[in-house]
């Protein structure tokens, strides 16, 4: 008997220090994450970045603010987007530029497709360059057939009051 506690006793040493590898002692958490976690600050319309250009002596870019703007688009980093629902699953990207190029530029088109059947999952966003474009391809083509399915065609950013 004497032989295995002493065998346990040197674990029980080891065990006492605390954890080891990835475990993390209380002591560690409670010095490691003393601040409030989870809980951020809210900021509020037109606040934009006013800290950060305080602390630079920098006036503070103006933030924009959608109460006072009317509804309607809004574009996109590089150009207009419009958001095409309802396409047939057979159609392609070169269908759906060939219809709506007629109106501008098309920049980028995202056809997203239905990883198990390889078809179109229904839907297509186009930006174009001008914001003209876009708007004569909503008129033109909302509401219309394309490939023998009924298509609806939006702004895929706009602020609606």
């Known amino acids: 008997a004497a032989t295995l506690l002493s065998v346990l006793q040197p674990v029980n040493i080891l065990m006492s220090d605390g954890p080891r590898g990835r475990g993390r002692d209380e002591r560690e958490t409670e010095e490691r994450y003393s601040g409030r976690s989870s809980i951020f600050e809210r900021l509020d319309k037109g606040e ?27 574009k996109s980093i590089e150009g207009w987007v419009i958001f095409v629902q309802g396409l047939n699953q057979e159609a392609t990207e070169e269908d759906v530029i060939e219809k709506f190029s007629k109106f501008g530029t098309i920049q980028n088109i995202q056809m997203p497709l239905d990883r198990r059947y390889a078809y179109v999952k229904g839907y297509a966003a186009l930006e174009f360059e001008k914001k003209e474009s876009a708007e004569k391809a909503i008129e033109e083509f909302n509401n219309t057939t394309f490939l023998e399915k009924e298509i609806v065609v939006s702004w895929a950013f706009a602020i609606e009051n």
Do not use: H, L, M, V
């Not at 970045?49 to 809004?74: F, H, L, M, V, Y």
């Open 48 to 74: 934009g970045n006013k800290k950060d250009a305080a602390e630079n002596g920098e006036k503070a870019p103006a933030a924009r603010s959608t109460s006072s703007q009317s509804s309607g688009p809004i």
